[in-house]
């Protein structure tokens, strides 16, 4: 039976040069497919994979040619995920501050709802 689709491309890609690039590909092709299942409310989980896991490959193995792209692309995960640290401590701050304030619509946003008086 012939290959056809995806794993005919990745057969012609695993004979080509790209060897090394393809290996890695499918290495964290796994990755790849949580993310897009995952979508926008796992993207700033997977940022932290890719920094965690890419940090050597990107700042501390010796230069190679594309190590300024796998560079960049750490580089823009930290910079998302700090971000979205941020902008969740301030949420998270805002929210327990003026919780009480806002009545029935913090009560519609909170998860559990406390008992006593605010």
Do not use: C
Request: glycine residues 6%.
């Amino acid at each position: 039976m012939p290959f056809t689709g995806k794993r005919m491309l990745v057969i012609s890609l695993l004979q080509s040069h790209f060897r090394p690039q393809i290996y890695l590909f499918l290495r964290i092709s796994p990755w790849f497919a949580f993310g897009v299942k995952g979508g926008f409310a796992f993207l700033p989980f997977l940022w932290l994979v890719n920094v965690v896991w890419f940090f050597k490959e990107a700042f501390v193995k010796p230069a190679y040619t594309e190590q300024p792209q796998i560079k960049t692309y750490v580089k823009r995960s930290a910079l998302g995920l700090l971000l979205w640290v941020a902008v969740l401590t301030t949420w998270i701050s805002i929210f327990q501050h003026f919780r009480a304030q806002w009545g029935e619509v913090a009560d519609y946003l909170s998860f559990t709802i406390p008992l006593g008086m605010p």
